[in-house]
Structure formats: structure tokens, C-alpha cells
């Protein structure tokens, strides 16, 4: 029991491994970013837009990235 | 006690009657299981999203969040900004249409075509068991709500929630659900847009309220919206590990209350706007709920002072609502309150009945029950429930605290596993039946231990919830990477539309 207690725990080499303040705000921003291009590269075909492409304010795939992009803005400016 | 005026009383109780005799003329003309479970699959994706919200936000989010914000600050935010809308999207597009596709009426149904019909009735199990649960919190909460601010007794209280949404519901079904909820979406934001608006200005606007905070001791971290890596409740990388990738995608992708009202959309097409919609709608919501918390620090805290061990958050937003309102705007916020109470109860009446009566009955009890006999066993079963969540409300008054919180950790020990068996099923045809047996196990196991670290393994203070959602999420994609490694998966025509690269022939219109 008592080894177990003390052996560095995963979740506490992580948070030790947190670093500073900048590496919070680059991992939310980040998690954003990766959304936006997994958003934007997944094939047409998923989507169901085979046959037209719809306008810009008919896409969900366009307000979704829009949505991230808020996200991203609230990160840096408040994070 | 709120005083309310007559004006108030009116527009509480014309919002009480008007929301149920619109969901009963919304139950018009339902024939079938498939019109009551999934609104005839005639959603527009409009109502769907709104629905969505409010599925997610009841009355004790905003009791709850404005005693979190005065206590933590804008840290509270994550729970909707990276733990809402960042699974949301994922969700829209890796997920939901493929539930769609795949025309299910429950997500453990989803999991027994994927894996096996243990998988699926395991979770079923504990989802109701859940459901049930938090039936009777919610009816604490709304009793609560009706004791204090128009006098009634507590059995009134619940009698009088229990039929307006016994009325909407069994006879509406999801479409009563999901138009009532849109119309609660508006109240709500409109009220909490009310509280937001008249605090800010009662504190001094913007400029003034950052002064104030910055001028106490426990509140310098208050307009920091991300926690530091040793932050003793929320560290940053467990808010994002923990909140961001398990519990908020498997809230949003495995809650039935929340899938159900997506799967009653026209198109899969629909499914994924209403999703989207809800994101961008959530965008707003952490302002409205969290602000009131930062204003009551401006406002309130001579009274309430620092938020010590007994200290009691959910009087914040109260006494906010008691002191800032006019009449006539107080009866507006307090059918927000009522909107969020019965949005929150009819979405686990609904859900509840419908896995009981896809996940248990039709292949337990009568596998060949017709649609019309499917219908009439659950619109009982939302009696059932109701009647079930009142005799437990009392028990659940008795002891609130501990009881909400024993089915949040009940519940915290499956989102890991369920996640990790919904992203496996989903992602790759590899995962085999076994394999998901063996990731449910593991998954939960992990749960159980880490949740028990601090008699079981002596750590003290225990380990956060986060992590323990976060490792037992790895935990279970180990287990089913594993066991699927040596055991054989199903056929590729079998699983066509529940593995989003192998898309069902002739059903991928969009």
C-alpha cells in the first residue's frame, strides 16, 4: 500500500509537466486548430455535398469553423 | 422568501399552462413508436439545436454555475467552452450522422449492432438507473424552487411538475419535447440575459466589476479563464484531457436525453446543423450563467464573504434574483427557472422510455411487440417514471448533497469505457465484440479504483475526477485494442453504417 502510494502517479507527471502559463493557452488554442483542420479536410463525400457544393452560408462545415474560430479568439484574448 | 407581485405570479403560471397545453396540440396524430421515440424523424434542425441546449442547462446549472463563478471565477467557463462546444463539433460531424445512418433509436442500441447485446444492455442498465436517479434531483430542485418563491408545500410542488410534464411528454412524445424546449431555450436566455444585464449594471459596468475583483485577495484568479497545472480542483491539463476529450464527448455523444432529439432530425444533414447550432448558441451561455457569480462578488460578498468549507454557493444566485429585479421581470426569470426545470425533467422522461422500451423490452421481454403496442408501453413507462422519480424525490431531499453527488460518481464510473467504445466501434472495424467486452471492463475497473485511490492506494486527497475520466478512458481503449488483437471482429457487409468508412448501401443521402 505505502509503495504504491508513493509511486509518481500518471496524472501527476502530466500536471508537473504542465509548464507554464503559455503551454495552456497553445494546448486549448491547439485542440481548436486541429478541430478546424479536421473540419475542413474531411472529404466531400462524408458530408453528402457529391453532387453541389452549397454556398458558404449554407455549410455546416463553414459556421462549425466559424464556431472554432470564436473559440480560438476567446482563448487567446482570455486565456 | 421572493416576494412576488401579482404580475410575476401570472406570468409564471400562464408560462406553466400555456407550455403544457402547447405540448399536448403538439402530440397530435402520433400512430407509432417511431412518431412518439423519434418525432416521425420530422425534427427541423432549428428546434433540434435549441432543444439541445436546453437538454444540457437546467435550473440547477444556473443555480449552480453563478455559486461556482462567484467561488472560482471565469475558470467555469471550460465546462461549456472546451467541455460543450469542442465536443459538439466532433460530434456533428464524426458521430451523429452516422447514428443517424445507422437508424437507431438509442446509443446502447448503436453499441449492440456494433459489439454485442451484453455491451448494450449494460449500459442501458446504468443510463436508466441513472435517468432514474436524476429524475428525482430534479424534482427536489423544482420543489425547492416552488417552496421558495411561491409558498407551496413540497408534495404540491412535485405533483404540479410531475403533470405538466406527464401531460407534455406522454402524450406529446419527442416532438412535444423538443418545441417546448425550443420555447424554454428563449425564456432562458432571455432571463439570464436579465440577470447578466441589470448586475452589471447595479455593479458599475465591466470596468468597475474587474476593479473590484481585482481588489480581494481570493479573487485575483477570477478573470483567469484558464487554471494553472496545479490548480487544486480544475488543472489546466486535466480540464483539457479529462473535461475536453472524455466526459464532454461522451456527454455529447453517449447521453441519450441529448442524442435522442438528433436522431429525430429529417436528414442527417439536419442531425450535424442542429449540433452546430447548439455550439454557436453555446458560445453565449457560459457568459450568462457565469457572470452572475463574478456580480455577485461585486455585490454580495460583505454578506456571503469567501467561499469557505460550509460555504453554501447555491445562495448566490437568489438573492441576486431577489434583489435586482423588478416585478413583472422577476415572473420572466422565474419561467426560465420553471423552463430549465421542465426541459431537464421531460428529456429524462422521454430518453428513459425510450431505452427501456428499445434496449429491454423488445429484446427481453416481447421481440415481436408491434409499433402501435411499443408506443402504449411508453407512454406508461413515462408515468412509470415520473411516478418512480417522485416517490424517490423524497428520500433524495433528505439527504440532496450526498445523493446528487453519489449519481455524478456513479455515472463518472461508464463515460470513460462508454466513450472509448464508441470511438473504437465507430472509427474502425478492427474493434471486435470481445474486445468491447474486455474495454467495458477494464474501463470500469480502472474507474473503480481510481475513485477509491485514496483507501485503496493511500493517495492522498484522492485522485480528480477528471483524471479518472481520463484514464479510464485510456484504460478501456487498451482493453479493446488489445482482446480485438486475437479475437475475430464481425463481417464488413455486418457492420455497413456503424463504421463511418464503410458507409450502409443505398442509405448515405444527405
Redesign the interface.
Known sequence: ??L??NLP???RV??????P?WL??A??IG??VA?IV??VS?PAT????TESRPPLWRS??A??VL??V??IL??AF?? | MVRLSAVDVALVVGYLVGITAFGVWLGRGIRGGRDFFLAGKSLPWWAAGMSLVVSDIGAKDMIGLAGDGYRYG?VMMNFD??GC??PV??A??LFM?YFWLAGVYTVPEYLGRRYNLGVRTFFAVIWVLFMMGTLGTIFVSAAAMFEGLLGWSFWFSVAVTAAVVGLCTALGGLRAVVFTESVSCVVLTVGAALICGLGLAKAGGWGQLKETLGQMSWTQHH?D??????HPVY????V??GL?FVLGPAYWIGNQAIVQRTLGTRT??EA??SY?FC??IK?VFPVLLVLPGLVGVALLHSELGPPGEHWDGNRVLPMLVARLLPPGVLGVVMGAFFAGVISNLDSYVSSASTMVVTDLYRPFIRREATDLECLQVGRWLVVAFLVGGVAISYPIKRGFGSVFEAFQTFLSFFQGPLLALLLLGMLTKRATPWGGVAGMIVGVSTSAVLNSAEWL????GG??FL?TA??SFVAALAGVALVSAFTSGHDEERLRGLV?WLPAKGR???
Do not use: K, S
Open positions: 500500500m505505502t504504491l502510494a502517479e500518471p496524472h502530466l500536471a508537473a509537466a504542465g509548464g502559463d495552456a493557452q494546448a486549448f485542440a481548436f478541430l479536421i473540419l474531411l462524408m458530408l453528402g455535398e455546416v462545415r459556421w462549425a464556431v472554432a470564436v473559440q476567446v482563448y482570455w486565456g | 471565469i467552452f472546451i462546444i469542442f463539433l466532433i456533428a460531424f450522422p478573470l479563464l484558464l487554471p494553472p497545472a496545479d488543472p489546466w491539463p486535466a483539457l484531457l475536453g442527417q444533414n450535424r446543423a452546430v455550439a454557436a458560445l492506494l493511500g493517495v492522498p485522485v480528480p483524471w481520463w484514464w463511418c448515405n443521402q444527405p
